[in-house]
């Protein structure tokens, strides 16, 4: 069974940075795109970035120039840098690879 552990949430000042990490059982990342999505309290769950097999990235235009996605096949994780961290950037992330979800992990940036 495919098992997907998101870590590094926390609580950090706007202006912050944190790094996201997602570790997969198995080797499911290997071949496959990955994404990081967030869920903010009353909203939709919202694509953040994506990055395929080939390493190309794409962004949500909030967090574009911010963030920053990266794999590492042969750790079978996946990460998300993110800087300069806003209030609006506040929800649980989780990471994605085909039907396969995380927990989440909560980010909360205060103003």
């Known amino acids: 069974q495919v098992q997907l552990v998101e870590s590094g949430g926390g609580l950090v000042q706007a202006g912050g940075s944190l790094r996201l990490s997602c570790a997969a059982s198995g080797t499911i990342f290997s071949g496959n795109n990955i994404g990081w999505y967030r869920q903010a309290p009353g909203k939709q769950r919202e694509l953040v970035a994506i990055?395929?097999?080939?390493?190309?990235?794409n962004y949500a235009n909030s967090v574009r120039g911010r963030f920053t996605i990266s794999r590492d096949n042969a750790k079978n994780t996946v990460y998300l840098q993110m800087n300069s961290l806003k209030p609006e950037d506040t929800a649980v992330y989780y990471c994605?690879?085909?039907?396969?979800w995380g927990q989440g992990t909560q980010v909360t940036v205060s103003s």
């Open positions: 994605n690879v085909k039907l396969y």
């Open positions: 990055i395929t097999t080939g390493g190309l990235t």
